[in-house]
């Protein structure tokens, strides 16, 4: 059983285009997170939700919104995709927050080309 | 500004050795650091933490040390095995909860 899941694996689209990324965790967690490593292989935090209730927004282009329609689920939708969206992006979960020095558990990551 | 570093993009040991990979950090006020380690095409998993109000802790063969004053944090593996041949990714955590990672140093353990 996955714990963390992300779908698609892949996500090869065009500029301008509008797609989400879906993730699911069955660990029983309150808190999600989205990631984006980047080409210098960098891991940034994106969005943080704790309870469907969001409390990490980085300075992220509003272009990203994050939907979480419970705290198992948080999908990560983005509009009018630019090339530099590409990216692979992971998706994790934590028991209440990492607060503490919890660890994080993360999907496989989702690889997004955008042409 | 990048405020963990993993200067070294890779490293290769030979199996038995010890590995020592190395992260530096800008911030004072991190409360926790941990180390992940990732495989090709799966997500970071979770290795090792430690506190900032300690300076060494240990599970099996992975050690991490912290020294505040240099503001440098090290994890040692030993012995190196195959197995352990991934990409690692140190992490610093602030007082928000929020992990910030380096960019990783891939280890290359050789038989």
């Known amino acids: 059983d996955t714990a963390v899941s992300q779908t698609p694996k892949y996500l090869v689209t065009q500029m301008g285009n509008d797609k989400s990324i879906k993730c699911e965790q069955n660990?029983?967690?309150?808190?999600m997170y989205w990631y984006k490593q980047d080409s210098k292989k960098f891991l940034k935090i994106m969005f943080s939700y704790n309870n469907k209730e969001l409390i990490i927004n980085e300075t992220v282009p509003n272009r990203f919104s994050p939907k979480s329609p419970d705290k198992a689920h948080l999908n990560l939708h983005i509009n009018s995709l630019e090339l530099g969206d590409s990216a692979v992006y992971f998706c994790a979960s934590s028991p209440i927050s990492s607060v503490g020095g919890n660890e994080q558990f993360f999907g496989p990551g989702t690889r997004l080309t955008v042409l | 500004d990048q405020q963990v570093k993993q200067n070294s993009p890779s490293l290769s040991v030979q199996e038995g050795r010890i590995s020592i990979l190395n992260c530096d950090y800008t911030?004072?006020?991190?409360?926790?650091f941990l180390w992940y380690k990732k495989y090709p095409a799966e997500g970071p998993t979770f290795l090792i933490s430690i506190s900032s109000i300690k300076d060494k802790n240990e599970d099996g063969r992975f050690t991490v040390f912290l020294n505040k004053s240099a503001k440098h944090l090290s994890l040692h593996i030993v012995p190196s095995q195959p197995g352990d041949s991934a990409v690692y990714f140190c992490a610093a955590e602030n007082q928000g909860g929020k992990l910030i990672f380096g960019q990783g140093t891939e280890l290359s353990v050789k038989p």
């Open positions: 660990l029983g967690h309150d808190t």
């Open positions: 911030n004072s006020m991190f409360d926790y």
